[in-house]
């Protein structure tokens, strides 16, 4: 049966479902909504999207998304370089940032560990935390908060560094639980994510 739809707004609904939590509903309203703009406003749309490839990079530091390396976090000389929060997401580092609580720097993993999806320590950036905290580097790290989100997948995440960390003899910290179990980071409102990083505990407590 054709569709009911033009090609083009048919194209654009079918990428907009793409997107995570956009199912074919909620994604006909948003390309019909899009229809509607002035061409100057859609195209500004389509611009934002189309130079995303070209201006953001990942930071060779902490591995956030950037326009520029290394980001304004790791460039900023007033931050506490000696402390790492490590975090699953570039958005989970956005939502550290507003709380205005933490002054350290930060590693994103860019995921976490998760079997069932194929995902393990080597498709994260791990390695590139431990060249961080190796001697070598000379970065003088004196602690790592792990600071990974309560879910099933974020507690093993957090276990398994606690567990890499404690044989290279840095000091490790698990944000306390003011994040609520099943609960993504970013989705935190800030005296949460407040309370959690102050509240901190020691990984020697996951045993």
Same mark, same amino acid.
């Given at each position: ?111 976490? $560990? ?18 961080? $905290? ?9 602690? $790592? ?63």
């Amino acid at each position: 049966m054709p569709s009911a739809f033009p090609p083009a707004l048919e194209r654009l609904i079918k990428n907009l479902s793409r997107l995570p939590g956009i199912g074919e509903k909620t994604a006909t309203r948003l390309a019909l909504h899009i229809l509607r703009w002035p061409k100057e406003l859609a195209g500004e749309l389509a611009d934002s999207i189309n130079v995303l490839h070209d201006r953001i990079r990942l930071c060779s530091s902490c591995f956030t998304f950037s326009e520029q390396n290394p980001c304004p976090v790791c460039a900023d000389p007033k931050r506490d370089t000696s402390t790492i929060c490590v975090v699953e997401e570039p958005g989970d580092l956005l939502a550290m940032e507003k709380t205005g609580v933490f002054r350290g720097v930060y590693h994103v993993l860019h995921g976490v $560990i998760s079997p069932m999806d194929g995902i393990g320590p080597e498709q994260l950036k791990i390695n590139e935390l431990l060249a961080r $905290i190796d001697p070598a580097s000379k970065n003088e790290i004196k602690e $790592i908060i792990i600071a990974t989100s309560s879910t099933a997948a974020g507690e093993a995440t957090a276990a398994y560094l606690s567990e890499l960390l404690r044989q290279s003899g840095v000091t490790a910290s698990r944000i306390a639980c003011g994040i609520p179990v099943g609960m993504d980071l970013k989705y935190a409102d800030r005296m949460t994510l407040q309370r959690a990083i102050e509240a901190r505990t020691s990984c020697s407590n996951l045993e």
